[in-house]
């Protein structure tokens, strides 16, 4: 009988509980196919430090060895290390991870030679058929000569690459506290912030896919808390969280409040300009007003785009963006391959912070300029009925204009508000900004009031 795979492949990656919807004889398969629709002579492979990783990375290498396609194994890494190393090596590449879900999920992130995504639409679909049909029809013949399987340690080489790209000639010295939530920040942090002149406070860096202290989500204010507080009690300068697979960066200040992910887009935005002048910068459409105010102001060109990284990334390869930036803390980078990496976020954040005298909360206000609400989630039964009831009542004010990029998205000269539904639970995503606090609760409260009815 074929493997039900619609629970587990999602629209960029895949992921599911191990090993209740997937295991080692799915991951061989998954290996298999992906050689099969990459056309791939030579693949690299990596994972993370989840208890099932290994065993799973192993399967789909042999999947993929099988088929005569050569397997480079790079070991324990991040999200943003495999990219790398399908960058540097030119070659396909397969990220064992769940990001920041629960210990018991795994999941797989794929990319083409160039760490180019392969999502539904450009190879995934394709690779579940196969898998599908292999799993109910057998295995597919080995190939005559198998391909080789060797291991090859990147870590160096990715922090080399990393530091040639950010000016840390000039910083000061920092004392900045990195919670790596048990995840890959405690894998790349020491051997990328090694050659500067930090003084680090490590928190949660015994890598443990178990997640002992607190889920690896900084995006979650419950999984802050502990940084805040190290970072007062330090007196550090800065403190950094990253999630599981370490591909994203949360920012806390020297007084222990949490930076906005948009203003860390417009921070290195307003940096990567100055690098590159002219050039273009991708945002999503709930990033702050802020972000194309200061893109515009450094002579740059800001694009709007839909949520989700498959959409940066298509739009970063269209226009030639030098950068991009999500309000979820994912940084995108031309000179990375357009992949996203927290790591570089942080190594701006350290350069911008450490190449002057003041502190971090009064280096980011110049970038975060209005008041917004963060992302409220509503569980609804009917999405599309309570959207268009929030439509139709928008609908009629003549200050206001709306768009369906993303969702529901209504605009006037002194707030915005974009409502959105979940692609996979049965949540409606709602995110308000305005030029103040009041105006601001003010749309929020009506919005919500409208959803909850």
Known sequence: MAADLSQIVKAYDVRGVVPDQWDESLAELFGAAFVEVTGADAIVVGHDM?????????????????????VTLIGLCSTDQLYFASGHMGLPGAMFTASHNPAQYNGIKMCRAGAAPVGQDTGLADIRRLVETWSEQGAPAAAGTPG???????????AEHLLSLVDLSAMRPLKVVV???????GHTVPTVFGPLPLTL?????????????????????ANIVDLQARV???????????????????????????????????????RELAKHPGGTVIHNLITSWSVPEVVRENGGTPVRTRVGHSF???????????????HSAHYYFRDFWNADT??????????????????????????????????????????AGRAAAVKAAFAAREDATADELDGLTVTTADWWFNLRASNTEPLLRLNV?????????????EVLALVRA
């Open 50 to 70: 989840r208890p099932s990783s290994p065993g799973l990375s192993g399967a789909f290498a042999r999947g993929a060895a099988a088929r005569g396609t050569d």
């Open 148 to 158: 080789t399987v060797t291991e090859r340690d990147t870590l160096t080489d990715y």
């Open 179 to 185: 919670d790596a939530g048990n995840g890959m920040g």
């Open 201 to 221: 406070v490590p928190m949660y860096f015994e890598l443990d896919g178990t997640f002992p202290n607190h889920e690896a989500n900084p995006l979650d204010p």
């Open 232 to 270: 007062r009690e330090e007196g550090a300068d800065l403190g950094l969280a990253f999630d599981g697979d370490a591909d994203r960066c949360f920012v806390v200040d020297e007084r222990g409040e949490g930076v906005s992910p948009s203003a860390i887009t417009a921070l290195v935005a307003s």
């Open 312 to 326: 940066i990334k298509e739009e970063m390869a269209r226009t030639g963006a030098i950068f991009g930036g999500e």
């Open 342 to 383: 927290g790591m570089l976020a942080a190594l701006h954040v350290l350069a911008a912070l450490g190449s002057q005298d003041g502190t971090l909360s009064d280096l980011v206000a110049q970038y975060d300029r209005y008041a917004a609400s963060g992302e409220i989630n509503s569980k609804v039964d009917d999405q």
């Open 433 to 445: 900004e305005a030029r103040d606090e009041a105006t601001m609760a003010k749309i929020r409260d």
